[in-house]
């Protein structure tokens, strides 16, 4: 998101770097901020973190317990749309991040893993009691201590 030249990059991937910077200008995203937009249009709430797959995998989750429904997530962002019957605001979104902000490494470990559904993951799941298996899912595909971190070190702007 800054404007620093990467020197190592040819100039086909400084294109595409330079498209992906202009994309998200708008947003006024910055390093240790969080953006909340909404979309009228689509009914779509969307949550700017750029954390990575992994922490917004696990907040896209947290959010889901929350919201009782299924949320869409990539590296950059999670989207919130409203279902029938269910309208999610803005202020909404920032109050649940509070509730995240106020739980325990241990309550949130705990409130993923019970959403967790087992998987396979490796040629030996079958043989995995069906708690060490989402245990195992979790360690593997959640940062929950990552997400505490950011959690702690972010500011949420609208």
Not at 128 to 155: M, Q, S, T, Y
């Amino acid at each position: 998101m800054s404007d620093v030249n990467l020197e190592f990059l040819d100039l086909p991937a400084q294109r595409v770097l330079q498209l992906e910077r202009n994309t998200h200008r708008n947003l006024n995203w910055a390093y240790n901020k969080w953006v909340i937009d909404s979309s009228s249009e689509d009914s779509k709430i969307y949550l700017w973190t750029f954390s990575g797959e992994k922490i917004n995998r696990t907040l896209s989750l947290l959010f889901s317990i929350e919201l009782e429904t299924e949320l869409e997530y990539d590296f950059k962002k999670i989207v919130i749309e409203e279902k029938k019957g269910n309208t999610v605001s803005i202020n909404d979104v920032e109050k649940y991040i509070s509730l995240f902000k106020s739980k325990s490494e241990q309550e949130l470990d705990e409130a993923t893993e019970s959403k967790i559904e087992k998987k396979w993951f490796s040629k030996f799941s079958d043989c995995v009691p069906e708690l060490l298996a989402k245990k195992a899912i979790r360690e593997k595909d959640f940062d929950v201590a990552g997400l505490i971190r950011e959690l702690k070190l972010i500011a949420v702007y609208q």
